[in-house]
């Protein structure tokens, strides 16, 4: 019982320390004088000073060091995990992730344990629920992003194409989309046309945007503005029929849906219902449980009857669950 005070104490003092980072920020006094100096930077006529104020402001404009380096450091993948959190359009960074990931984990570590589960297996399913439910969360946000980006877009498509036959060139039809179409899809043509105003060519600013969207729809509209550029034509004309694709295809995947929507009910309730009911049962009492989770010497692996059998029903459930899975996969 000891152990687990010491441990139960360690969880809370860096549950607090954590939270202290997070919600802690810059110092008032020392960005009041910050801005001070770039104030008479800017409006010093030395060359001294100017040359000051440019690194000031360059080295600000630079990440900062404060960031939890030894957090971010453990993500395998920065870049990839960094291009996750702009799809899902918040501003959000990969320390701030990282610290909501080790704050969950340390909560429900501590819950864990509150309720009699050993230290270990305390410690084991708080890390995977720390790195499993904020990667969830992440991929619905971006999942449901994307659909909204997907419904509006032959709206957009429409709008250039509307655009295009009344004259207007290219360049400024995108910036008519941005300010006209709401959510996603303005906000993704605003960026576009933000690039090109910065020396972007267009190629390089849609291509950048349709990496990090990653759908589909986008990256016909890309080829189709590449293909119209070397080949020649009437793009509002091709515009035209792409809307037209698009909206058949979204109807397409929606009756896809609607047919496919009872077998992945069932499936999803026979799937989520043994564990569960397995979860709630370990939390009202473990010890009735609890030989699940002590290990046999003399068993095969050095694991239990139980825990064979356990391992045995989750195999034959995943295979049932892929093989359902495939069956209501469709490719449009």
Known sequence: MDGNVIIMAVLLVSMVGLLFLALAGPSPDKARKRRMALIRG??????????????????????????????TSLVPNPENMTKRLLMTGRKWTLSQYMMT???IALVLAALL???????LLALFVGLAGGLGLPH???????????????AKFPDALELLTRGLRSGLPIAETLGIVSSEIPGPVGEEFRLITERIKIGRTMEQALQETADRLGTPEFQF???TLAIQRETGGN????LSNLATVLRQRAQMKLKIRAMSSESKASAYIIGVLPFLVFGMICYINYNYMSPFFTPDPTGLFGLSTMQLVGIGGMCWMGIGAF??????????
């Open 42 to 71: 800017r409006h010093s006529d030395s060359a001294e000073a100017m040359l000051e104020a440019r690194m000031r402001k360059a080295i600000s404009s630079r990440p900062s060091g404060t960031e939890l380096k030894m957090l």
């Open 101 to 103: 990931c080790a704050i």
């Open 113 to 119: 344990m509150l309720r009699g589960f050993p230290p």
């Open 136 to 150: 969830w969360w992440v991929g619905r946000l971006i999942s449901s992003r994307v659909q909204k980006f997907t």
């Open 221 to 223: 509209f890309v080829i």
């Open 235 to 238: 793009l509002a004309e091709t």
């Open 323 to 332: 093989i359902m899975a495939q069956m209501v996969n469709f490719e449009i």
